[in-house]
């Protein structure tokens, strides 16, 4: 049996395991990932629209959901967004910020890949692609000292032969986009090594509406208009678009992260306005004119359609009794949309849930209860906001766990 030895196999050369690698591999430590893909980074790729929104200069910890909300506490703070700012600034990575905060590449997300895959280069890591783990083992070391009866090495079975190291790294992701290689292996591992994994559900996701809905809202695929949406006390002020499913858009897959199945949204189809001061004063103003003219200056025309048939709100603003506008006002600002779903993991952007950081060091990464074995990235029960904040989870994750590996 042939058993090639390395100080850290990364499995997973996504963003976190690529930031990882590149991060233990300067520090000298022999390093191989391995990837069942036949390409690394590829959710880099598809991210951000092809343009990869790589990090937010806002990130902190307010922006991360966890049942443990400390845990990313020290390793955002040990690399900030401005740190990976100054490693893509090193490289002359071109980018811009869309909506404040979000930092896109100017032309395409393999700018961004390229520059992962040259530090690791340059920090002398192998990437293994097209490798299919088949088996992790925990193999304790021939040894009768106290200190090294803590230790022992790692054995990984893979399509491509045997693996030992001192230290293994699960960088294999969530379950979002399966058709991407994103698979449950870390879950696997977790629990295979007794930790807990805190159950999964898609995050960052459209959602999909009640049949009736569906029919009433289906001539308005493609609509999009900026509301907010709320769930419980949580807000977001952003852009939601009607497609053939039900509801998308940056307001609907930032509430998604907060939406429990069962119970409806509420959206603000007009938000930058007192909707019922503004009825009142119109009525006032301009007593001849339609609802319908003002609210076509607010909303996308389609939209205006749709509730000015629903809800009967043809006619002249003197015709508006104050019970009727404040029904109406109520209606465009409460709007309730009960969701039938989401469109689950294979559109999410993210996965909710996963490896209990009860279970995990915060400032390592590595496993409480078996040295050796490390967790970063989305695999671990840490999934941020829509905006750049998950990819520098990965990178802080990862570049925390480099440093001990
Ligand atoms: P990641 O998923 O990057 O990498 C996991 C790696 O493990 C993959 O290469 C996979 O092939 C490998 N793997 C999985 N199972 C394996 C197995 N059994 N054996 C071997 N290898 C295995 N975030 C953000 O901040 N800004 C953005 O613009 C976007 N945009 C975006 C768009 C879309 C469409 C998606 C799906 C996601 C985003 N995200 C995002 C989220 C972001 O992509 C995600 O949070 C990070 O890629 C997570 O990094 P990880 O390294 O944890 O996993």
Redesign the pocket.
């Known amino acids: 049996m042939i058993v090639n030895k390395v100080d850290v196999v990364i499995?997973?050369?996504?963003?976190?395991?690529l930031m990882c690698a590149a991060t233990a591999g300067y520090r000298g430590k022999s390093v191989l990932v391995?990837?069942?893909?036949n390409k690394?980074?590829?959710?880099?790729l598809?991210?951000?629209g092809g343009r990869?929104?790589?990090?937010?200069m806002d990130a902190s910890p307010k922006h991360f959901l966890s049942s443990n909300a400390h845990f990313c506490i020290s390793a955002l703070r040990r690399y900030s967004p401005q740190d990976f700012v100054d490693l893509v600034d090193r490289h002359g990575l071109e980018y811009v910020e869309k909506t404040p905060g979000q930092l896109?590449c100017e032309h395409s997300a393999k700018d961004l890949l390229a520059i992962l895959l040259t530090e690791c280069e340059w920090a002398g890591v192998t990437i293994q692609l097209n490798?299919?783990?088949e088996q992790v083992e925990d193999i304790p070391t021939d040894t009768n000292s106290e200190q090294d009866s803590l230790h022992s090495v790692k054995r990984i079975h893979t399509s491509n032969g045997i693996i030992e190291c001192d230290s293994l790294v699960i960088?294999?992701?969530?379950l979002?986009?399966p058709t991407?290689?994103?698979?449950g292996?870390?879950y696997k591992v977790a629990e295979q090594f007794g930790l807990t994994v805190l159950p999964t559900r898609a995050g960052?996701v459209p959602l999909t509406l009640q049949p009736s809905d569906k029919e009433r809202f289906a001539e308005l695929s493609g609509v999009s208009s900026d509301v907010t949406a709320s769930f419980n006390d949580t807000h977001f002020t952003e852009p939601m678009l009607f497609t053939h499913r039900g509801l998308s858009g940056p307001a609907i897959l930032q509430i998604s992260n907060f939406w429990t199945p069962g119970h409806p949204i509420f959206i603000n189809l007009i938000p930058q306005q007192d909707i019922k001061a503004q009825l009142i004063q119109l009525r006032q103003d301009s007593p001849k004119a339609t609802l319908e003219k003002w609210l076509t200056k607010q909303l996308p025309k389609r939209l205006v359609q749709v509730l000015v048939e629903e809800n009967e709100w043809q006619g002249s603003f003197s015709e508006l009794s104050n019970a009727k506008i404040d029904r109406i006002s109520e209606q465009l600002s409460n709007w309730i949309i009960k969701p039938n779903g989401t469109e689950g993991y294979r559109t999410?952007?993210?996965t909710l849930g996963g490896v209990d950081t009860e279970f995990v060091s915060s400032k390592t990464f590595e496993a409480k209860n078996v040295p050796g074995l490390y967790f970063?990235?989305?695999?671990l029960d840490v999934t941020?906001w829509?905006?750049?904040?998950?990819?520098?989870?990965?990178w802080a994750s990862?570049y925390a766990a480099g440093q001990f590996v």
Do not use: P, R
């Open positions: 499995i997973g050369a996504g963003a976190s395991g391995l990837d069942h893909a690394a980074g590829k959710k880099i598809m991210s951000g990869c929104n790589f990090t937010n896109f490798t299919n783990i960088a294999t992701g969530g979002s986009i991407m290689g994103a698979t292996f870390g960052l999410a952007e993210v970063i990235g989305e695999v941020g829509l905006g750049g904040y998950n990819f520098q989870w990965a990862g």
